[in-house]
């Protein structure tokens, strides 16, 4: 069984840009999570999807969004890219109804310069 | 609004000695508990679970975790550390149902001594 597959691996951005980071969940999950793991720091929550539509939001600037698709793949967006956005990006997946743990994806590390 | 604590940044263990990785946590309702181990520069990997019934949990690579509702702890514990152990470890958090997210503690750095 595949698991979570996130792409691209590593993004470099410039300052002010956009950036879109792309997460596949493990077949059968309908809800995605996504964190933000920045150099030093713990895990931050960012946004989670369930079954289409946003269940919960963290703590961070509209700038942040995201999306999830039909079959269940979720965007994760960053506009206006600054330096302090550089962080190793997470996305895991989990069955919402059954209370399943959640599978992490090895990451995105964007790179703004 | 439910929170995890992990009060020890850095815990140093010898080869073979047990280990101990504490947790703490607050949620409103019942809590789904968890741990994950993270290696440099990878994803979270899941070692183990508590959602409800026994207290003492096992999970991946020998590590258990034992859930104390009174003292609202959930300690990963392992009789005899092997070096291949050193990373990084978070405890996390979900309240039962409602649009709770996993909430995770600010992580311990396991590094066990050859």
């Known amino acids: 069984e595949a698991g979570v597959t996130q792409s691209p691996t590593h993004l470099i951005k410039t300052r002010g840009q956009q950036a879109t980071l792309r997460c596949s969940p493990i077949?059968?999950?309908?809800?995605v999570y996504w964190y933000q793991q920045a150099l030093g720091l713990g895990l931050q929550f960012l946004l989670w999807?369930?079954?289409?539509?946003?269940?919960n939001r963290g703590n961070f600037p509209p700038r942040f969004s995201g999306r999830q698709f039909p079959n269940y793949s979720s965007e994760l967006n960053v506009n206006a890219l600054e330096l302090e956005d550089s962080a190793l990006y997470l996305c895991?997946?989990?069955?919402?109804?059954?209370?399943?743990?959640?599978?992490f994806g090895q990451g995105t590390r964007l790179t703004v310069v | 609004a439910q929170s995890v604590a992990q009060p020890e940044d850095q815990v140093n263990v010898a080869e073979g000695n047990p280990l101990t990785v504490k947790c703490t946590y607050s949620?409103?309702?019942?809590?789904?508990l968890f741990w994950y181990v993270q290696y440099p520069n990878r994803g979270l990997q899941f070692l183990l679970k508590?959602?409800?019934?026994?207290?003492l949990v096992k999970g991946s690579y020998g590590f258990e975790a034992e859930f104390n509702k009174s003292q609202t702890s959930f300690h990963l514990k392992k009789p005899s550390a092997l070096v291949s152990d050193s990373a990084l470890y978070f405890c996390?958090?979900?309240?039962?149902?409602?649009?709770?997210?996993?909430?995770f503690g600010t992580g311990t750095r396991l590094t066990i001594i050859p």
């Open positions: 895991a997946s989990f069955f919402y109804s059954s209370n399943t743990e959640a599978f």
């Open positions: 077949s059968g999950h309908t809800s």
């Open positions: 999807y369930d079954e289409g539509e946003e269940r």
């Open positions: 949620v409103s309702g019942n809590p789904y």
């Open positions: 508590y959602i409800t019934g026994d207290n």
């Open positions: 996390a958090v979900r309240d039962w149902g409602g649009n709770e997210k996993l909430t």
